[in-house]
Antibody, heavy 116, light 106 residues
Framework: EVQLVESGGGLVQPGRSLKLSCAASGFTYSNYVMAWVRQAPTKGLEWVASISTGGGNTYYRDSVKGRFTISRDNAKNTLYLQIDSLRSEDTATYYC?????????WGQGVMVTVSS | DIQMTQSPASLSASLGETVTIECRASEDIYSNLAWYQQKPGNSPQLLIYDANSLADGVPSRFSGSGSGTQYSLKINSLQSEDVASYFCQQYNNYRTFGGGTKLELK
């Protein structure tokens, strides 16, 4: 059974940093593109970033370029999202997802709240 | 960037009714379209991919259709467990979601 388990969220002050993790199991993690998708409270879904199988290629939505860094450790079957210079508009539930064009599996999500 | 316009934003229907949700892309996405269901407090779950292929374990009352820029999700014989939000997503040119449709019981 495919499992994606996010961790690392919390309440953070504006301008600070946070690193999210996503532990994957139940599939050959290193064979799949992985992504982070977020959802602000009561809002829709928004793709944030993706990373190629080997980690050499990364992609970001414009609003997070230069502040977010997606990475992966294929030996640990873990996906990461480093979030720097947090803004109030980054407040959301962050999901990691298995990306095969569409998102065939999602984690349960981790909440990030940016507030002073 | 490809824009996805989903309608309606909210929908109220009765048990047993047939419901249709539409999604329009700003350019041809060549059937590279998925639909997701998200129940309150849960993560999204894949329903349909490639515009009309049913994901594993999804009841056959769900179906997808469309081509080019126009796509739809149909739910036949609405059940109480179908109360949820529904999102479309294109993957022809990177990834974009529609704004969502909140489905409630009348």
């Amino acid at each position: 059974e495919v499992q994606l388990v996010e961790s690392g969220g919390g309440l953070v002050q504006p301008g600070r940093s946070l690193k999210l993790s996503c532990a994957a199991s139940g599939f050959t993690y290193s064979n799949y593109v992985m992504a982070w998708v977020r959802q602000a409270p009561t809002k829709g879904l928004e793709w944030v970033a993706s990373i190629s199988t080997g980690g050499g290629n990364t992609y970001y939505r414009d609003s997070v370029k230069g502040r977010f860094t997606i990475s992966r450790d294929n030996a640990k079957n873990t996906l990461y999202l480093q979030i720097d210079s947090l803004r109030s508009e980054d407040t959301a539930t962050y999901y990691c997802a298995k990306d095969i064009g569409y998102y065939s599996a999602w984690g349960q999500g981790v909440m990030v709240t940016v507030s002073s | 960037d490809i824009q996805m316009t989903q309608s309606p934003a909210s929908l109220s229907a009765s048990l047993g009714e047939t419901v249709t949700i539409e999604c329009r892309a700003s350019e041809d996405i060549y059937s590279n379209l998925a639909w997701y269901q998200q129940k309150p407090g849960n993560s999204p779950q894949l329903l349909i991919y490639d515009a009309n292929s049913l994901a594993d374990g999804v009841p056959s009352r769900f179906s997808g259709s469309g081509s080019g820029t126009q796509y739809s999700l149909k739910i036949n014989s609405l059940q109480s467990e179908d109360v949820a939000s529904y999102f479309c997503q294109q993957y022809n040119n990177y990834r974009t979601f529609g704004g969502g449709t909140k489905l409630e019981l009348k």
